[in-house]
């Protein structure tokens, strides 16, 4: 595969990531951004987590989506995620406020 395949093919699985991310954005009420990757879920729990001098941040989800174009499958049950940079948390609107 030459790399301008494999580039158009990325990009093919790029925007159908996308899609598919815009088609579930409605079935959750949160998002979730950490340094790795980007989250969609309905339930989201932070502990801060101290460990001598270290701190580092527990992020735990339920009913999610991992935005991720090498993951099977994007729907899980529970994730766990411990992050040792900012993690943001934000709550969607409402959903019959999404257009």
């Keep these: 595969m030459s790399a301008e395949e494999l580039e158009k093919f990325e990009s093919e699985v790029e925007l159908a990531l996308y899609q598919e991310y815009r088609a579930v954005l409605p079935m959750f009420k949160y998002v979730v951004e950490t340094d790795r990757r980007f989250y969609l879920a309905n339930e989201v729990s ?10 580092h941040i527990e ?3 339920k009913d999610a989506w991992v935005w991720d174009m090498y993951r ?5 049950e529970s994730v766990s995620v411990i992050s040792f940079k900012d993690v ?3 709550e969607l ?3 019959e ?3």
């Design 72 to 76: 099977p499958v994007r729907f899980v």
């Design 88 to 90: 943001n948390v934000e």
């Design 46 to 55: 932070i502990f801060p987590v101290v460990s001598g001098s270290a701190m």
């Design 93 to 95: 609107p409402k959903k």
């Design 97 to 99: 406020a999404i257009h």
């Design 59 to 61: 992020v735990k989800l």
